[in-house]
T-cell receptor
């Protein structure tokens, strides 16, 4: 596809369950970010992958959050033992490996924890 | 840690007026400053960006200014139209690297017809 793809687009889960969110970046983009956007709030940085370097996990809010990325391909964000405060839109963005620094965003996954 | 402050959080203007949104950043190594527009229910989209080697950039009704000494940059929208209504986010690259963007908390702009 031409853009960043995220799945699922919507996820409703019960408190305490684990969820896995997926991001397919644009082919060839080496950098990938996850952000969290709570209702009416700004973009909160979670984690950053750049090529084969160690990811920057400094934005992960707790050890219930983890993310993986294999090479320059798909990334998954996993939230264990979900809590109601995890309800938000989770956005993925990728950057091309070039002089361009524009972030291309996916449509996001709207997570609702009930 | 490094952060980006954005003001105001909400802004209401009459159609045809100008709108100005301001951001300050803390990392003196920041060298890239994009602005994103997010319409309701949609993904953020880049509308304009500026690098640290220039002080101003314009694209039709949108302009961005950068003051590296003061570590602040601003978005200016002239002749606002109702379709400009959205949330606008500023961002600054951290650590001098292209990818580590820290975003401001956003400004909700409402343009009244």
């Amino acid at each position: 596809g031409a853009g960043v793809s995220q799945s699922p687009s919507n996820k409703v889960t019960e408190k305490g369950k684990d969820v896995e969110l997926r991001c397919d970046p644009i082919s060839g983009h080496t950098a990938l970010y996850w952000y969290r956007q709570r209702l009416g709030q700004g973009l909160e940085f979670l984690i950053y992958f750049q090529g084969n370097s160690a990811p920057d996990k400094s934005g992960l809010p707790s050890d219930r959050f983890s993310a993986e990325r294999t090479g320059e391909s798909v990334s998954t964000l996993t939230i264990q033992r979900t809590q109601q405060e995890d309800s938000a839109v989770y956005l993925c963005a990728s950057f091309p490996h070039s002089l361009s620094t524009e972030a291309f965003f996916g449509q996001g996954t709207r997570l609702t924890v009930v | 840690g490094e952060n980006v402050e954005q003001h105001p959080s909400t802004l209401s203007v009459q159609e045809g007026d100008s709108a100005v949104i301001k951001c300050t950043y803390s990392d003196s190594a920041s060298n890239y400053f994009p602005w994103y527009k997010q319409e309701l229910g949609k993904r953020p989209q880049l509308i304009i960006d500026i690098r640290s080697n220039v002080g101003e950039k314009k694209d039709q009704r949108i302009a961005v200014t950068l003051n590296k000494t003061a570590k602040h940059f601003s978005l200016h929208i002239t002749e606002t139209q109702p379709e400009d209504s959205a949330v606008y986010f500023c961002a600054a690259s951290m650590g001098g690297s292209q990818g580590n963007l820290i975003f401001g908390k956003g400004t909700k702009l409402s343009v009244k017809p």
